[in-house]
Antibody, heavy 131, light 109 residues
Framework: QVQLQESGPGLVKPSQTLSLTCTVS??????????WSWVRQPAGKGLEWIGRIYTSGDTNYNPSLKSRVTMSVDTSKDQFSLNLSSVTAADTAVYYC???????????????????????WGRGTTVTVSS | SSELTQDPAVSVALGQTVRITCQGD??????ANWYQQKPGQAPVLVIYAKNNRPSGIPDRFSGSNSGNTASLTITGAQAEDEADYYC????????????FGGGTRLTVL
C-alpha cells in the first residue's frame, strides 16, 4: 500500500525559500500513470491546491502562487518536491502531499474531459514562516 | 474567496440523512470530489468523480450532481462522520488546475 511522507524544515524565515520533499513508499513513483500534488492548509482554514506534477516533469500550478512555486520529481529516489520562494507569514500552513489519479470522461464514445482526484495523502507537515 | 461555495456548517441527528452541497459554475462541466478531514488528520477521499466511492468508504456516503450543485449525502450519519468536508474539482476547460470549496463542518448530534 502506497504511503506518502512529507519532510522539510518546520521553520522558515521571511523572504526565504520553503523546500519540502514527499517520499513515496510501498510503490514506485513511476509506476502507474499517477500525478503528484501539494495542498496546504493554514491553521483553522480550508484547503488550498498548490499544484501538480507528473513524472515527466509536466506541472500545473495555482495561478495565485505560480510566480513563486517550483515542483520537481526525482524518480531515482521516489520523491517529489515543492519549493516556494519569497515566503511571508501568509505561507504558514500545514503542507500535504498527495497522489493524484487522472480519469477520462467520454461523451458519445469520444474524449470529453480529464478529471483528477487525490486518493492517497501524506500526514502533513507544519511550516511556520517567522524570523 | 473560494469559487466553490459550501455552507460553513451543517448538523444532523445521529442516524439521520444529511446532504452537504457545493455550488459553482465549473460543476456544470466537471466532476466533483469530496474529502473528509477530521481534526489533526489529513484529508481522506470519500467520493470521486461525482458518485464513486474509494475502497473502504462506507456505502452510506454517496455523491450526486445537478446543474451547478454537487452534493455529498450521508444516509444514516454516524458519530464518526463528524468532520470537515471539502469539495474539489477542475477549474476550467482551458487549464488543468483545481480548486477546493471552503469546507463544511458537519456536526452529528
Amino acid at each position: 500500500q502506497v504511503q506518502l511522507q512529507e519532510s522539510g524544515p518546520g521553520l522558515v524565515k521571511p523572504s526565504q525559500t520553503l523546500s519540502l520533499t514527499c517520499t513515496v513508499s510501498g510503490g514506485s513513483i513511476s509506476s502507474g500513470s499517477y500525478y503528484w500534488s501539494w495542498v496546504r492548509q493554514p491553521a483553522g482554514k480550508g484547503l488550498e491546491w498548490i499544484g501538480r506534477i507528473y513524472t515527466s516533469g509536466d506541472t500545473n500550478y495555482n495561478p495565485s502562487l505560480k510566480s513563486r512555486v517550483t515542483m520537481s520529481v526525482d524518480t531515482s529516489k521516489d520523491q517529489f518536491s515543492l519549493n516556494l520562494s519569497s515566503v511571508t507569514a501568509a505561507d504558514t500552513a500545514v503542507y500535504y502531499c498527495a497522489r493524484v489519479i487522472r480519469g477520462t470522461h467520454y461523451a458519445s464514445g469520444s474524449y470529453d474531459f480529464y478529471y483528477y482526484y487525490m486518493d492517497v495523502w501524506g500526514r502533513g507537515t507544519t511550516v511556520t514562516v517567522s524570523s | 474567496s473560494s469559487e466553490l461555495t459550501q455552507d460553513p456548517a451543517v448538523s444532523v441527528a445521529l442516524g439521520q440523512t444529511v446532504r452537504i452541497t457545493c455550488q459553482g459554475d465549473r460543476l456544470r462541466s466537471f466532476y466533483a470530489n469530496w474529502y473528509q478531514q477530521k481534526p489533526g488528520q489529513a484529508p481522506v477521499l470519500v467520493i470521486y468523480a461525482k458518485n464513486n466511492r474509494p475502497s473502504g468508504i462506507p456505502d452510506r456516503f454517496s455523491g450526486s450532481n445537478s446543474g451547478n450543485t454537487a452534493s455529498l449525502t450521508i444516509t444514516g450519519a454516524q458519530a464518526e462522520d463528524e468532520a470537515d468536508y471539502y469539495c474539489n474539482c477542475r477549474d476550467s476547460s482551458d487549464n488543468h488546475l483545481e480548486v477546493f470549496g471552503g469546507g463544511t463542518r458537519l456536526t452529528v448530534l
